[in-house]
């Protein structure tokens, strides 16, 4: 793990005609920004105003994480928001995995245009997971989810290990965002590995059956859980902005 100074916030204003539609980039738990950089950087290049906060207790270390709660890591991507809103006429955000969680958090609370989410979580793929609040107390961390990625050699620099504490506090920003899902007014897109080892395909059903709109669901067949950073990442790339570009400008929608 790098020191926390090497995953400082990604930030860039806009250019273009895209430069009045900022994106809020999310990473996932036990992540960082590093997840997400190359998508966040594509939607920048493409002239949308980005940024991609640091969540708090990311970057440091996972007994750091494990003494956070999640409406703290909330916390930043309203920061995030707050900051981008200043500059542009509208806000999107995009999430990846439990970035996707708070990204549709983020858009029943607040007026974003547009979300865009991969892999994004709302339930968890061991069944053991109902007992983090209960294992917490003797147990501190567990093998690491980190890096589910189908493309050799690359790593998405991840925590060594997974705090449970923390988990415990995931399940509960998924038990306080689900009820929120039907004030999700904006439209939703969500890229769908087929293989994936850290969300289970139950999250996409309860985002759909949750939203009061089905969302946009495209299916990556060639990545796994981490698909910002794996072979079908170009897809992800290229169908956001055209998603995006559709949320600002319906009329520049393509039949489907």
């Not at 920061?79 to 970035?99: I, K, N, P, R, W």
């Amino acid at each position: 793990m790098r020191a926390p100074s090497d995953f400082l916030a990604f930030s860039r204003a806009g250019s273009g005609e895209r430069q009045r539609t900022g994106v809020v980039v999310s990473h996932g738990f036990t992540g960082s920004p590093t997840s997400v950089l190359p998508w966040a950087r594509h939607l920048a290049d493409a002239g949308f105003a980005v940024r991609v906060p640091l969540l708090e207790g990311h970057g440091t270390s996972w007994q750091h994480l494990n003494r956070t709660t999640w409406q703290q890591w909330y916390g930043s991507l309203v920061t995030a928001y707050h900051d981008l809103a200043d500059h542009v006429d509208g806000v999107a955000v995009a999430g990846l995995s439990m970035g996707g969680t708070l990204a549709l958090r983020l858009a029943a609370q607040y007026p974003i245009v547009g979300a865009t989410l991969v892999n994004p979580a709302m339930t968890f793929a061991s069944p053991a997971a109902r007992w983090v609040g209960a294992l917490k107390f003797v147990c501190r961390s567990l093998p690491a989810i980190g890096s589910d990625i189908k493309a050799p050699g690359v790593d998405e620099e991840a925590y060594p290990r997974t705090p449970v504490a923390a988990t415990h506090q995931l399940a509960r920003l998924f038990a306080a965002t689900d009820p929120l899902l039907p004030e999700v007014h904006c439209p939703v897109q969500i890229f769908r590995s087929t293989v994936d080892a850290v969300v289970p395909d139950s999250s996409l059903t309860a985002i759909t059956a949750g939203l009061p709109v089905a969302p946009e669901v495209i299916a990556l067949h060639n990545s796994y859980h981490v698909a910002t950073l794996d072979n079908d990442a170009a897809q992800i790339f290229t169908a956001s902005v055209r998603f995006l570009d559709a949320c600002v400008r319906p009329e520049t929608a393509p039949s489907r």
